[in-house]
T-cell receptor, first 115, second 112 residues
């Protein structure tokens, strides 16, 4: 595709439910990142995938958060037992070759609202 | 702790004005500094800077990095209402993880 795509664009859920957010990176990009942007905050790094290497999960805020990347392309971010403080815009980005360029291209994000 | 600070937090100008946005950083293992423009959701890439003193230009936008004083500026000349957005500064670190450390952004509003 032409750019990074994410789905859904908006998600409203009830506290305690699980949610899955999807990211399709730019074709050919080997590195994929998830960030979270809370109201009035800067983007906060969550997790990073590079090829077949073990992901860097150092930014995940709790064990309720997990992510996977299947086939080196599509990624899913899962939040279990959602809490109100999980409400934020979740942004996915991809870059061509991690380590060679830091130019990350972002998707439109998923706005998650936990009631 | 790594830190990226942007100033001002917000700015209101009139069309035609020139603005300067600031970004200072304290980040270990600095590799690069990036500027993004965020209008609705997706930040769009503007510039990546890796070397001090070399200005990058794109139309009315330009940016420069000072690695000695640990800051960067983003200039926008002859501003237009379409420049209204949040401008994000981010620092990329060298090493195995290529995560970006973001500032909180500068909200620019350009009035007609």
């Amino acid at each position: 595709g032409a750019g990074v795509s994410q789905s859904p664009s908006n998600k409203v859920t009830e506290k305690g439910k699980d949610v899955e957010l999807r990211c399709d990176p730019i074709s050919g990009h080997t590195a994929l990142y998830w960030y979270r942007q809370s109201l009035g905050q800067g983007l906060e790094f969550l997790i990073y995938f590079q090829g077949n290497s073990a992901p860097d999960k150092s930014g995940l805020p709790s064990d309720r958060f997990s992510a996977e990347r299947t086939g080196g392309s599509v990624s899913t971010l899962t939040i279990q037992r959602t809490q109100q403080e999980d409400s934020a815009v979740y942004l996915c980005a991809s870059s061509l070759v991690a380590g060679k360029t830091d130019t990350q291209y972002f998707g439109p994000g998923t706005r998650l609202t936990v009631l | 702790e790594d830190k990226v600070v942007q100033s001002p937090l917000s700015l209101v100008v009139h069309e035609g004005d020139t603005v300067t946005l600031n970004c200072s950083y304290e980040v270990t293992n600095f590799r690069s500094l990036l500027w993004y423009k965020q209008e609705k959701k997706a930040p769009t890439f503007l510039f990546m800077l890796t070397s001090s003193g070399i200005e990058k230009k794109s139309g009315r936008l330009s940016s420069i990095l000072d690695k000695k004083e640990l800051f960067s500026i983003l200039n926008i000349t002859a501003t237009q209402t379409g420049d209204s957005a949040v401008y994000l500064c981010a620092v990329g670190k060298s090493g195995a993880t290529n995560k970006l450390i973001f500032g909180t952004g500068t909200l620019l509003a350009v009035q007609p």
